[in-house]
């Protein structure tokens, strides 16, 4: 199959995520690593995410908001914090973090990685992620990026750059990542992320049909 052997380019030769000198995040950690009992499902496109309007109560930086998720807000969809959202979307990179967590960005073009949305997969190790359910799907989803797009191999801190970008379906808790407030847009290789809003900790990902174009 073709996506088994897809291309990628300024893919660095460096240990797994895990082996380099990672260690647990801090900014609202207990948030990102989890994901709420019952919390509400929906599909979403990429355009609509990356158009949300941030929480209402985000502008200062809670410290309050350490530990408890931002309040639903105004929107077309009633997103809020802790949502499980299902979105579709091209892959363009993929990158290690010191975290733990796979950074992956995606774009609602297969042509600009441009203009994306960062979605993010913490690592199956207990010390970084507390959550058994959380662990045994994210090691999931990192097993089918290792194998489906990287060859086997671990992301590189600098990322993979994939030369021939993959259409997937993925599904993820709605997170806003307010430690980037008020700072430059975030986004790796000159492709800039259009919002603050993340899907973190993804929990599903699979191939999905390309659209008409």
């Known amino acids: 199959m073709k996506r088994l052997g897809l291309a990628f380019v300024l893919f660095g030769l460096t240990c797994s995520a895990e082996a380099r ?21 929906q599909s979403v496109s990429l355009a609509d995410l990356i158009t949300l309007p941030d929480p209402p109560d985000a502008a200062n930086k809670s410290k309050a908001h350490q530990s408890l998720r931002y309040s639903r807000g105004q929107n077309a969809h009633g997103l809020a914090e802790g949502d499980v959202v299902t979105t579709t979307g091209w892959i363009f990179l993929v990158a290690g973090e010191d975290d733990g967590d796979y950074h992956v960005q995606i774009s609602a073009s297969p042509k600009n990685g441009d203009h994306c949305l960062i979605v993010e997969i913490p690592s199956g190790d207990p010390k970084f992620v507390d959550s058994a359910a959380v662990r045994a799907k994210s090691k999931t989803v990192r097993d089918f990026i290792r194998v489906k797009l990287l060859r086997g191999r671990e992301p590189s801190a600098n990322g993979a750059v994939m030369i021939h970008p993959v259409f997937v379906e993925i599904t993820g808790q709605l997170f806003f990542d307010d430690a980037h407030l008020g700072e430059a847009p975030r986004g790796k290789k000159g492709m800039r992320a259009a919002t603050l809003w993340e899907l973190h900790p993804v929990t599903a990902i699979r191939f999905a049909p390309k659209p008409p174009q």
């Not at 000198?21 to 499902?41: C, F, L, M």
Request: no cysteine.
């Open 21 to 41: 000198d990672s260690a647990r995040g801090v900014a609202r950690w207990p948030i990102k690593t989890s994901i709420p009992a019952h919390a509400p499902r």
